[in-house]
């Protein structure tokens, strides 16, 4: 059974810093692209951040230098570290982990991010 669990949402106020986390289990993680994709109240879910398999990293042009994407091969984890948050960061953050030759994709439950002051 394959799991994505996000952790590491909460409420912070604008400027501050959040580190989410993807774990993943049930999937060969190493084999996996992985991607931050985040939805607000009333919009689209939208891009934040991907890093391939070998590590290569693409970003919405909304968070570059502000995210940064990173994975652990060996923790079978991703992460997303957020700074300097803004108000339109607020949205629940979705981790996704695919693999287009194998035709396979998973989402995780969503973990909700709140800037505010």
């Known amino acids: 059974q394959v799991q994505l669990v996000e952790s590491g949402g909460g409420l912070v106020q604008p400027g501050g810093s959040l580190r989410l986390s993807c774990a993943a289990s049930?999937?060969?993680?190493?084999?996996?692209?992985m991607g931050w994709y985040r939805q607000a109240p009333g919009k689209q879910r939208e891009l934040v951040a991907t890093?391939?398999?070998?590590?290569?990293?693409n970003y919405a042009d909304s968070v570059k230098g502000q995210f940064t994407i990173a994975r652990d091969n060996v923790k079978n984890t991703a992460y997303l570290q957020m700074n300097s948050l803004k108000a339109e960061d607020t949205a629940v953050y979705y981790c996704?982990?695919?693999?287009?030759?194998?035709?396979?994709?998973?989402w995780g439950q969503g973990t909700q991010v709140t800037v505010s002051s």
């Open positions: 890093i391939t398999r070998d590590g290569s990293t």
């Open positions: 049930g999937i060969i993680f190493f084999l996996y692209d």
């Open positions: 996704n982990a695919n693999n287009l030759r194998l035709g396979r994709a998973y």
